[in-house]
T-cell receptor, first 110, second 115 residues
Framework: SQTIHQWPATLVQPVGSPLSLECTVE??????LYWYRQAAGRGLQLLFY??????ISSEVPQNLSASRPQDRQFILSSKKLLLSDSGFYLC?????????FGPGTRLTVL | KQEVTQIPAALSVPEGENLVLNCSFT??????LQWFRQDPGKGLTSLLL?????REQTSGRLNASLDKSSGRSTLYIAASQPGDSATYLC??????????????FGQGTTLQVKP
């Protein structure tokens, strides 16, 4: 069966510090991968998606970036965090139509 | 631009009631619609996926219907239980998104089932 992992589960970072969140999927190959952010009162926002290794599409202009160095690994990064980057970050994968979500990372920027 | 609306934003019912959650979308050119459940501080759990060619899907006490022409979906929960308390999210595939599988989410309905 397929599983999706995210780490860390929680993270507290100062403004201006770098960020790296990791997502890995097991039990499947060549999935579509997605990064979402859920901020209070703003719903679920798609940040990036990837249909293959090295293929990244950005949905929202911001100071975040994403990379897919391996088929089942998706990384969300920032060089300098802003207060507005605080939120709940969710990774998801899809074999074709249906999306499945990871447990999420709670990021607090102080 | 596709917009997804969920009504009501919050709902509180006594245990045992049957209830309906509503989802509407502005562009009927969707590939599919998915209902999710989210518990506080947790990720999303997929409940039901309805393809654009389907009218409904059922899983246990849950039944989801889709009316593409009117841009509506409903999630019916039978004999509600306190364990059903959560936020329910509706999402539709973005029109013209091809094989990307991009979803547009509603804001969710937060359900509380009282014992």
């Amino acid at each position: 069966s397929q599983t999706i992992h995210q780490w860390p589960a929680t993270l507290v970072q100062p403004v201006g510090s770098p960020l790296s969140l990791e997502c890995t999927v097991e039990g499947t190959s060549n999935p579509n991968l997605y990064w979402y952010r859920q901020a209070a009162g703003r719903g679920l926002q798609l940040l990036f998606y990837s249909v293959g290794i090295g293929q990244i599409s950005s949905e929202v202009p911001q100071n975040l970036s994403a990379s897919r160095p391996q088929d089942r690994q998706f990384i969300l990064s920032s060089k300098k965090l802003l207060l507005s980057d605080s939120g709940f970050y969710l990774c998801a994968w899809s074999p074709y139509n249906e999306q499945f979500f990871g447990p999420g990372t709670r990021l607090t920027v102080l | 631009k596709q917009e997804v609306t969920q009504i009501p934003a919050a709902l509180s019912v006594p245990e045992g009631e049957n209830l309906v959650l509503n989802c509407s979308f502005t562009d009927s050119a969707i590939y599919n619609l998915q209902w999710f459940r989210q518990d506080p501080g947790k990720g999303l759990t997929s409940l039901l996926l309805i393809q654009s060619s389907q009218r409904e899907q059922t899983s246990g006490r849950l039944n989801a219907s889709l009316d593409k022409s009117s841009g509506r979906s409903t999630l019916y929960i039978a004999a509600s239980q306190p364990g059903d308390s959560a936020t329910y999210l509706c999402a539709v595939s973005e029109p013209g998104s091809g094989n990307t599988g991009k979803l547009i989410f509603g804001q969710g309905t937060t359900l509380q089932v009282k014992p």
